[in-house]
Each structure stands twice: as C-alpha cells, then as structure tokens.
C-alpha cells in the first residue's frame, strides 16, 4: 500500500531512469510485503501481523519526523483533515490485512486497484475537479473489469469481498484528502501521524476477538522484519518522487498487480481464472490511462 505524499520534482536525465527504476524496486517490495503478509494471516490473527508491520513503520516515521524537525503531530493546521486521513489509512490496513485471510492475493489486489478509479469518479464532489466523458469512460471500465473479478460464481469469499471493496474505497478517501493536504502540512508529518494511526488502530479488533495473543519474541521479531519491507518501499517512494514527478510514475503502479498475479500463481497455486485475468487487465488499462490523463500541463 502506497501511503507516501511527497514534493515531486520534475524528470531529467539520468534522474529520471534512477527515480523510475526505484519505483519498480518500491512496487517489487510491496508485493513481497503483500505476498509475506498472506503468508503469516495463515497463523497469525492479522492484528498481529498489523503490529508488527507499523511497529518499523513507525521507526521510520520517527527518523524522518527527527529529520523534519517538527514532533507534534498534534498540533498541526488543518487537523480534522489530518485526523480523517490517517483513520481513513488505517481503516485501508485493518481491512486488507483481514481480507487476505480468505481472499486469493491476486484478486485481492486486483479489487484494491480499483481505488483510483473511485477517486476519480468522487473527484468532482469532493475536489472540484472537471472529469471528461473519456475519463468517465475509463472509470466504468476499470468497474466491468472488477465485475469481472467478483462475479457470481467466482468463488470470492463474500466477507473478504465485502472487506477489499470497503478497502478500496477508504483508500480513494485516503488519496483525495492527501491531494487536499498538498503544501498544506509536510510530508513526514502526514506519514507519522498516519502511521501512528495505523499502529493503534489497525489493533483495536484484539480487543474485540478473544484468544489474541502474541507470539513469542522470536516468530515476532520476524514480523517486524517483515514489515521492514514495507517501510524500505516507503523509503523507496520517497526517493523515486525526489526524482521524478508523480503523474509519470503512476502508470507503472499496475506493475505491483501483474506481480500479485504473479506470486499468487506461482507461490500460493491460486491462479486467476480467464474471467478475472480479463477483468485484471481491464482494471490496469482503466488506471494507467486515467493516470496519465491527470497529468498537469
């Protein structure tokens, strides 16, 4: 999951190919993040999974906010969007994480993909944004493409279904209010207070489902060291939007689902069916074009 809001600087050079290929190394660790969580929701409730992914992104948030000079996430203007978007983010993790419990990884995926095309399609409610009938195209084809997925007789868990659908809208309500917070508050404070929320949050169902306990500290620590993974993609990202603008490196985030299909395939033995490979394909065509049709002049 992409959670990162940074300054962006425009493409140059050898710039550009760096800042590219740290992309793809950023996509290639969150899918092995995604492939490692799947993994451990197999014995692990996915609180505990949860935990130990947001304890070493919290470490990081913590570098970058000492880095930054500014600790108090509190006390920041415009905290009520602030507030909306880290609990926004965190209702994204809780769900996901829980999905990937039933659900085959690389539908999963496919279903969260569908975010952005949602936030293009709230886009002029909630930003003021103008959509062209092209766009609006692409978004109701990027919905067949998921229809695709989940239609009956797919064999999709309904819950896990349900819970990827619930995902992806929170993170097309996580996307438009990063948009809305743009030089409004600094990047590491957005990362650290989201963060934050996510290592509280993503944990209150343990207080809900008896019989949750932690593992002992070494089957932990690799937890941890797993969520390491996800927090090096986040290092990553940042130093990959240093050097390139976003709206270049969007197109390429559908590399992270042709992976999933990928390790899905090849690690789990749960091929996509034709039906959902199509729909797949539907969904990342839809993206990428929108993608690049909302890139600035």
Known sequence: MNSVAASTSLPHGDGAATGIALFLGALVLFAAYDAFAKQMVAHYAPAV????????????????????????????????????????????????????????????????????????AVSPWLLGERVDRAQWTAVLLGFAGMLCIVRPGADLPLAGTLLMAVSAVCYALFQVLTRRLSGLVAAPVQFAHAALACLVITNLPALFVPHITLPPWPEMAVLVAGGALSGSAQLLLLAAFRRVGAATLAPLNYVQLLLAVLISTLWFQRPPDAPALGGMALIAVAGAYLARARRPA
């Open 49 to 120: 999974v949860n935990l130990g992914r947001y304890t070493s992104i919290n470490m990081l948030a913590l570098v970058l906010l000492l880095r930054h000079g500014d600790l108090r996430l509190w006390r920041q203007p415009h905290q009520k969007l602030l507030v909306a978007r880290s609990v926004a983010l965190a209702v994204v993790a809780t769900c996901f994480m829980t999905a990937l419990v039933t659900m085959p990884l690389a539908e999963a995926t496919a279903i969260y993909f569908t975010a952005p095309l949602i936030m293009v």
